[in-house]
């Protein structure tokens, strides 16, 4: 924990996204509806199946402190939780399939209620940031849009600009778990860096797993270093950051592929991994062939 200042203007900034994330009257009595029917129509399907056959606990309407709104969470257990997103505290969904139904936006959250950790509520509050954004119909999607350069763009910018909403919303809100060494690079370009390189690296893997042509990954990361400040600027991000990490292309690919690499020791299975990877390292594997740097 640190002991973070937020200036008046991040304040301020933070007020006016929840008042943009926040839905409308009804689009909120329309998503409501949807997710009291979900709880209704679960309850009844449920009858018919062994209860240690289920691994949702329960379906409750929780509270936003932020949002003053009450939004739909699934809480299930640890073991399936665990296997869906063993890195996660809790994950937000567009949809969730249980027994033939589909639920509107929601959270899933392992154990039977909301644990009481610390700082757990911030973490809620994050995850309630994106089902807002999934109620309006801009959840991204990098693990199932169409596989093109341009939509993976797209796709990564909503990604980057997600992330930087729900995290700079959080973290104003409530600092318990600023990261200490935010205070480094100030609080707005530490939630895009965690947004953009979250993309940027589901992007990559994306590509690899799917096969995408390497030829075309170049052409996206020169995409990435020639238009990125200027998308940046079209969603109201910061443009400044944007070029900075236009500028920083190649280390930041190189990074996100070393990550790739320790958090899915599988992917070397994939030809064009090792191909992307020894173009980018190309100096590096150069100056190693030649007997290393001296
Ligand atoms: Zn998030």
Redesign the pocket.
């Known amino acids: 924990m640190t002991d973070m200042q937020i200036s008046l203007q991040e304040r301020k900034r933070a007020t006016q996204l929840i008042r943009r994330l926040t839905p409308s009257a009804p689009l909120y009595k329309k998503y409501e509806k949807a997710a009291t029917d979900f709880i209704a129509d679960f309850k009844r399907a449920k009858r018919d199946i062994p209860a240690n056959m289920i691994e949702v606990y329960s379906l409750k309407m929780v509270r936003s402190e932020l949002f003053k709104r009450d939004y739909l969470v699934a809480f299930v257990s640890e073991g399936w939780f665990g296997q869906v997103a063993s890195h996660c505290n809790a994950i937000?969904s567009p949809s969730l399939s249980l027994l033939d139904l589909s639920s509107p936006p929601l959270i899933v959250i392992p154990g039977k209620s909301v644990p009481r950790s610390r700082g757990f509520s911030s973490i809620v509050e994050?995850?309630f940031?994106?089902v807002n954004q999934g109620i309006s119909g801009r959840f991204p999607n990098l693990n199932a849009c169409e596989l093109k350069e341009d939509v993976l763009f797209e796709e990564l910018m909503n990604v980057t600009q997600?992330?930087f909403e729900?995290?700079f919303i959080q973290l104003v809100r409530d600092q318990t778990l600023t990261p200490d060494n935010e205070l480094g690079v100030g609080l707005e370009k530490w939630c895009l860096i965690r947004?953009y390189t979250?993309g940027l690296e589901l992007t990559l893997l994306r590509m690899t797993t799917e096969d995408f042509p390497v030829a075309q990954e170049k052409k996206f990361l020169k995409r990435l270093r020639d238009d990125l400040a200027e998308a940046f600027a079209s969603r109201g991000l910061n443009k400044e950051v944007g070029q900075n990490f236009a500028d920083d292309i190649e280390q930041m690919s190189k990074i996100a592929m070393l990550n790739l690499n320790q958090c899915r020791p599988d992917i070397t299975r994939y030809k064009n991994f090792g191909t992307l990877f020894k173009w980018l390292f190309r100096k590096e594997i150069e100056e190693q062939d030649r007997g290393g740097p001296s």
């Open positions: 937000a994050h995850e940031v994106h997600a992330e729900a995290n947004g979250q």
